[in-house]
């Protein structure tokens, strides 16, 4: 299927506006999500179930391979997921309020380097809309595959009352969610990156981890799993300050890294804003994930993304430190079934990666 995708179906889709390229996948998926017996049949054909499942930050994935946020911005189609044989999915980023995002064009396609830039700028529904979708496609039932939420900082809301923002959304989002992740590492929403920083952190992570406790507490529930998505253009003194505040705040793993502002290589001359995706992002994206795997000693749950690809770009993720893997742009340009290749290939079972 692969070999086909790439052959015959990419060069029809590229010849598409990427956008638009998108906007189908993602009702392709919506459709086949709403048919449940051909998900569950898709399912038993293409999720790898590991002998030992992977087990983090409390929660048990049947393999290391998720689909990275920014494919399913409004919790539309996460049903489909693992019939494509994604372990786990995340969903978002969701922002407090609906937002439509930045002028297009905004997605633009690299073939020749495996990449994109993108400045879609959390173009997304709002918090409530989401929720009651979840509601409505989950009941009192969880995901099939651990459900992550992402969820970011609406743009019209100053850097002063980021906060509340987010505890809007994580109030109206948890009890859908198996985990949340905290983003803070877009490159596409004015200052949101600030909130990277000491001045602003502390906070924040605070906040959340005492509205997720007191959440709890009040359900006579456990605590949801909360993760921080982090940039890959960080410096190693800020990771340092970003780890200790996730240490000191209890927090559940972080997700390393976002897309990139980096132009380097090919992509020294290319000035088009907006943050780089796939396989030129993957060298800065491990060293983050190895330092991150090193300071910790191994203590803090990392998911990696950053030109995950193929069954080498994942393992090198996972021998320097990731407890499991996330792709999206990998998807694009290796077709839709990638994560059931990958993940096979990183099964304890197999070692042809190694």
């Known amino acids: 299927m692969g070999f086909y995708y790439e052959k015959v179906l990419r060069p029809i889709l590229f010849r598409t506006d990427p956008e638009k390229a998108h906007d189908m996948g993602v009702t392709a998926l919506d459709l086949l999500g709403r048919f449940s017996p051909v998900c569950r049949w898709m399912e038993a054909a293409n999720l790898v179930k590991y002998d030992q499942p992977v087990e983090a930050f409390g929660l048990t994935f049947p393999n290391a391979v998720g689909l990275a946020a920014g494919m399913d911005k409004n919790g539309r189609f996460f049903r489909a997921a693992p019939a494509l044989g994604f372990g786990h999915v995340e969903i978002g980023t969701i922002t407090h309020l609906q937002q439509p995002g930045n002028e297009r064009p905004r997605v633009f396609r690299y073939p020749e380097s495996g990449a994109i830039i993108n400045r879609m700028g959390f173009n997304n529904d709002g918090a409530e809309a989401v929720a009651a979708r979840l509601k409505a496609n989950l009941g009192k039932h969880k995901s099939r595959v651990p459900l992550g939420i992402n969820i970011g900082k609406s743009k019209i809301v100053p850097l002063d009352q980021a906060v509340n923002d987010y505890l809007s959304s994580f109030a109206l989002l948890a009890e859908y969610a198996d985990y949340i992740t905290i983003n803070v590492s877009s490159p596409n929403t004015k200052d949101l990156r600030e909130l990277q920083k000491e001045a602003y952190l502390d906070t924040l992570l605070g906040e959340l981890a005492n509205s997720n406790r007191n959440r709890a507490k009040k359900l006579g529930t456990e605590p949801t799993p909360i ?56 060298k800065r994206s491990l060293e983050v994930v190895k330092y991150i795997s090193r300071t910790t000693s191994g203590k803090l749950p990392i998911i990696g993304v950053g030109g995950i690809h193929d069954a080498q770009s994942a393992g090198a993720m996972m021998d320097n430190g990731a407890s499991l893997v996330q792709l999206y742009t990998g998807m694009v340009y290796r077709g839709p079934f990638v994560a059931k290749t990958i993940a096979k290939a990183l099964s304890p079972r197999q070692s042809s990666w190694m």
């Open 227 to 282: 993760l921080l998505k982090i940039a890959p253009d960080l410096s190693y003194p800020e990771i340092d300050h970003i780890l200790g505040c996730l240490e000191q705040w209890e927090y559940a793993g972080i997700v390393a890294t976002n897309t990139t502002i980096g132009r380097t290589g090919k992509f020294s001359n290319v000035k088009e804003p907006g943050g780089l995706s796939g396989l030129p992002l993957h």
